[in-house]
Each structure stands twice: as C-alpha cells, then as structure tokens.
C-alpha cells in the first residue's frame, strides 16, 4: 500500500476510530490524545501492514492499546468516583442506546462495538482484543442480553 | 441485533468536527515530520546499491535452504490470525524446529533446551523470542510475510519461483483472499525472465522516448500468471522507481508467452500509446486531488491550532517553559510545528521520558496537569503511605512482590489523600516498551493514616 492509500485508508477509519476511543474514553481530550498516539505508532508500522484487508482490526487494535493507557493514567490523575460518570451524548445520537452502551462494563462496551457497530466477525474481534473467540462470543452474548432486556425496559417505560 | 432493536450504530453519534480534524492534523504532521528525516538520508543511489546486495544475498540463501518454516508460519496464522510474537510457546516451538530443519542458524542445544522438561516456560519462551529475532528482528509485527521479506527481500524481486510458491501456499492456506491471479514458473520453451525485462524495456523507451541512462534507474519487477479472465500463461514486467520511500510503478508491460509486446490488457498501466496518454492525465489529476487534500489538510491544522493550543495548553506550557531541552533540540528540528506555533505532539520532553509512576510526586505535580497537592507538614511521608498500603493489602492476603509502588496525591472535598497504586512493570522483549498493569491500589486518608480503600484492580479480578 503506498502512503496515500494508507492515509486514505486512515481517513475511511475516522468513525470507526472515533466509535472506539468514545467506548472507552469520557472526554474529548483523551480520545484526540488516543487516535494522536495511535495514528503515530500506525504511521511507523504501516509498512509491515501487507494485508490492506486487515488495516481495520491492526489499526483499531493499536487504537484500543492508547486507550488503555490513558484510562491507566487517568486513574492516577483522580480517584475514579470522583470523575463525572454521565458525559451528554452527542447531538446525532441516540440518547437511550448512548446510555445503554455505555452503562455496559468495558470489556462487554469494546466489545460490543466491534461487533455491532463495526460489523466485525467474531474471529476479527477476538484478533482485535487478543482473546480467544470463545471469549468473544461469551462477552457478546452477555451484552446483548443486557442490551435487550435495557431496552425493553426502557421501552415500557 | 439489529433487527430486534434500534440500531446500535447510532448510539455514539458521528465523529465531530474536532475529532476529524485531529487525525487530519495528526497525518499531515506525521507526514511532514517523515518528510524531513527522508531529506536527512542518504541518497537512493547507495539505497538500491544495497538492496541489490540484499537480494543477490537472499536469492543464494534461498537456491541452498527449504521454506518450510514460512509455510509453517502461513499455517499458524491462518488458525490463529495473530503476529508471531505473540504466539503460544508450542507454536513458537514448532516453527523455530522447521527453521532448523530448513538449515537457518538454530543450534542443537537452543533445541534440547526448549524440549527440555527442566526448563522453566518462561525461560523457553524468552530463548524462543530471541531466536526468532535473530532472524527477522524484534518487529513486535512480524508476520508469515514480513519473514519471506526478511529472507527473499522487497516482493518485486523475489524470484518466479518464489513468487509461485508462497502465493500458492497463501492460497492453500486460506490466506490469499479472492484474488485470481495465479504465478507461475516458466516451463521449457518460454522464454526466460531477462528476456521478458530486456523486451520490455525496449518497448518502454520506444513508445515512451525513455533513454537508456533513464531506465538504469528502474528496478524491473516481473510475473509469469495466469487470472481467471486470461487463462493463458502471459509476463507482466513493472518498472519501479523509488519515491517517497518506497518503489512506485513507473510502467508496466504485457507480453504474450512468447514475448510479445500485447495490449490486450484493460489496465491503464499497460504499454499503449493511448494508454500512455491517459495514464499521463490521470497521473495529473491524481497529483492535483492529492495536492489539494494536503492543502486542505495543512489549512485545518491552521484552524484548529487555537482550539489544540487552548486544550492541551497546560502541557505545552510546560513543554515550553519549563524543559529547555525540548526548546532547543527539538522544536529547531521541526520549523513548521516551530512558526506555526504547534508544539510536539507526542511527548518528547526529556523528563516524560519514563512513564510516570517512576516520578517523585514532585515531578509529578510540576509536570502533569492534574491538580495535585503536594504533601504539607502534617501529612505523612509518602514512604510511610507506601507502607501502610502495603500493609493493607498483605494483611488481605494479597501478594506484592514483584510489583512497583507509585504514589500520588488527591484533594477529596477537602480531604488529603495518597493514592498508591502496585504496579507489574513489564518490559516488553520486542521492542523494549515498559508496559504497566496496574494490579492493587490502595487510598488512605494523608493525615490520619486511615484506609479508605484497598483492592484489587477490577480489570485484574
């Protein structure tokens, strides 16, 4: 892949990048910070990338990694209880998925992402979060299952 | 899930204005930056000089040895799509005994060791990770691909018989996708791989008016194949020239069988004359939209600096300010970053350096943004903090060796409080990264030494 298809193919992630920094991210900071760090160590990596197939799960497999290590660091910065829970949803979203998604414990939220919102197989996602498949649909069955009975709830309501 | 609720895709919305520009800012930097070491190397003379040495090394390697590790390593991925780094030990195991079976540099005791039952797992895998980065480089990425590069060099030279075998083994192993094109090996009769380039050289300085001293330039890539349209064994020869860093196709060539120049090819790449004409406009219209998604790209980095400067201001501050180093080393090399006002992205102050566990509470208070106190006279010593959770935690049964404290302070509404977390400090074989698993955090009160909390962390339960 030469270098402007890879960016141009970084371009063609930017949902899909800001889905997954928003899974796992509270502020706007952070998830700039996370896809800023992520887009760097891709660029440097980019040319061992020889399957153009496989930029999705490498890139959004380096995004989650950034991820995490600033939600490491901000734990440090501030006791978590202490962190505002609630963020608002954005303007364009659905205000009940939003809190449902992200009422979901993390490892379920990420993903639930990858799978529902990105339309990754099981296989890809295992790949993506580095665990075996079989943990993948146990996390993925489990969110669901809050997922629908949430909505159902919420619906009733 | 889908059909039985509303559409989860919506939940988060749409990336916003800000978070588009930032990785449109992010790569026009990156860019930039790559730009400016590419300028500070040394020419593509000497380049391709030693690539050419790399090959003819490799194309001699691969006439004595067998490639049955890197079949080995198609077979693996393709149950299990992970880089070979992070492999399970027996995995690892099984590929380094095919390395030596095909005659690469394992000895007979690295073997008896990684059999051995004596030998811790952890102790194998290391010895296994070295191994294999003695042959293809810690590269915290490698892949069944990146190892035949390593072995055969840049695919545009791998010879015929490479090229057939390991698309072949791709295609065996699932791992080739739906492409048709299948290589080949010339039988008896055809004509031969220089025949193939010299035809299509000349074709290209004729129709092209290509001097002889301009294609000494080019690197010439070539492929027997056949496709699922064109079932007849047919070369395609490529004339690669190196730009921005890698080989670009300057031309491409089709010939028949025999070695006939044919334009019997929909691709606009291929020698025509016609095809000549429209590949040189397309070129130019690339290079326009290219032109311009660059412009576009370096105006919104223009327009959003004050929102990046206003965000992340209390760090740059600091980067400014207070770390010299960066002043001078750093920022003389980035001119553009420099008169635009934007200061390094990515954490370059000296001090940042190390991850922040390992600062005195000091550094981190003078160096973060967070509102951290630092300790007043009628606080305990962070030592004394760092021993009170650790008491905490073993008198809960947990087991802290091994693990590094690191201390910070909180206002709670008013409340002094140490946080201190036991980290498992991993350095990373591959590539020398310190990764940090938080394991056990503790919080107690700074002045009464009361505990407050003291647990394992939850992703580690």
Redesign the interface.
């Known amino acids: 892949m030469t270098d402007q298809a890879f960016e141009r193919a970084i371009v063609d992630q930017i949902q899909a990048m800001y889905r997954v920094c928003y899974a796992q991210l509270r502020s706007h900071a952070d998830r700039e910070d996370a896809v800023q760090e992520a887009l760097k160590k891709a660029w440097e990596k980019r040319k061992s990338l020889k399957d153009d197939g496989a930029l999705k799960g490498w890139l959004l497999r380096i995004l989650i990694n950034e991820c995490h290590n600033i939600q490491r660091k901000n734990k440090r910065m501030a006791p978590s209880e202490y962190i505002p829970a609630g963020a608002l949803p954005p303007p364009d979203a659905d205000s009940t998925l939003h809190d449902l998604m992200l009422s979901l414990p993390e490892k379920l939220r990420i993903t639930a992402v990858l799978i529902f919102m990105e339309g990754m197989t099981i296989a890809q996602a295992a790949s993506v979060l580095r665990v075996p498949q079989g943990t993948v649909s146990s996390r993925i069955h489990k969110a669901r299952h809050i997922l629908k009975t949430q909505w159902e709830e919420a619906n009733r309501e | 899930?889908?059909n039985?609720?509303?559409?989860?895709?919506?939940?988060?919305?749409?990336?916003?204005d800000?978070?588009?520009a930032?990785?449109?800012k992010?790569?026009v930097q990156?860019?930039y930056q790559?730009e400016q070491k590419v300028k500070k190397k040394i020419g593509w003379g000497v380049i391709a000089i030693a690539l050419l040495l790399i090959l003819a090394m490799a194309t001699a390697i691969a006439l004595t040895i067998e490639w049955k590790h890197i079949e080995t390593a198609m077979d693996l991925i393709a149950k299990n799509?992970?880089f070979i780094y992070?492999w399970k030990l027996p995995a690892k195991l099984r590929l380094i005994a095919d390395m030596q079976e095909d005659g690469m540099a394992v000895s007979d005791e690295e073997i008896k060791r990684l059999e051995s039952d004596q030998v811790p797992d952890a102790e194998k895998e290391k010895l296994a990770d070295e191994i294999i980065a003695r042959h293809y480089g810690e590269?915290?990425?490698?892949?069944y691909?990146?190892m035949a590069e390593r072995e055969w060099g840049m695919p545009i030279e791998w010879t015929l018989e490479q090229r057939a075998w390991f698309h072949q083994m791709e295609r065996e192993k699932g791992l080739y996708?739906d492409f048709s094109w299948i290589d080949l090996v010339p039988e008896k009769g055809d004509i031969s791989r220089e025949t193939a380039v010299e035809r299509a050289k000349n074709a290209v300085m004729e129709a092209w008016n290509v001097t002889e001293t301009e294609m000494a330039q080019y690197k010439a890539g070539v492929s027997f194949f056949i496709t699922d349209v064109y079932d007849i064994p047919r070369w395609q020869v490529d004339f690669y020239i190196p730009r921005?860093?890698?080989w670009?196709t300057a031309y491409t060539v089709l010939l028949t069988r025999e070695g006939a120049v044919t334009e019997d090819w929909e691709d606009l790449g291929v020698l025509t004359p016609e095809n000549a004409r429209k590949k040189k406009e397309e070129d130019a219209k690339k290079a326009l939209e290219?032109d311009d998604w660059q412009r576009r790209g370096k105006e919104r980095l223009q327009e959003m600096e004050s929102v990046f400067f206003n965000?992340?201001g209390g760090k740059h501050y600091h980067f400014l300010n207070d770390c010299p180093l960066v002043e001078e080393k750093f920022l003389p090399l980035e001119p553009l970053a420099k008169d635009a006002g934007i200061f390094p992205?990515?954490t370059p102050c000296p001090v940042c350096v190390n991850d922040?566990?390992f600062w005195s509470i000091e550094d981190k208070v003078r160096y973060?943004c967070?509102n951290?106190p630092l300790p007043e006279e009628d606080w305990i010593s962070p030592d004394r903090a760092v021993e009170m959770a650790r008491k905490a935690l073993v008198d809960q049964g947990y087991d802290l060796s091994s693990l590094y404290p690191?201390v910070?302070t909180?206002d709670?509404e008013g409340r002094a409080?140490y946080?201190i977390?036991f980290d498992a400090v991993i350095t990373d074989m591959h590539d020398g990264s310190v990764m940090?698993d938080?394991i056990y955090?503790v919080?107690l009160d700074a002045k009464t030494e009361e505990i407050l909390r003291a647990e394992l962390n939850e992703?580690n339960g």
């Open positions: 899930m889908k039985e609720m509303m559409d989860v895709s919506r939940a988060f919305g749409r990336a916003d800000a978070f588009v930032c990785v449109e992010t790569l990156l860019k790559e799509d992970v992070d590269d915290e990425y490698l892949y691909y990146t996708g921005e860093g890698t670009s290219m965000r992340n992205l990515f922040d566990i973060q967070g951290w690191s910070y909180h709670l409080v946080s977390f940090i938080p955090s919080m992703s």
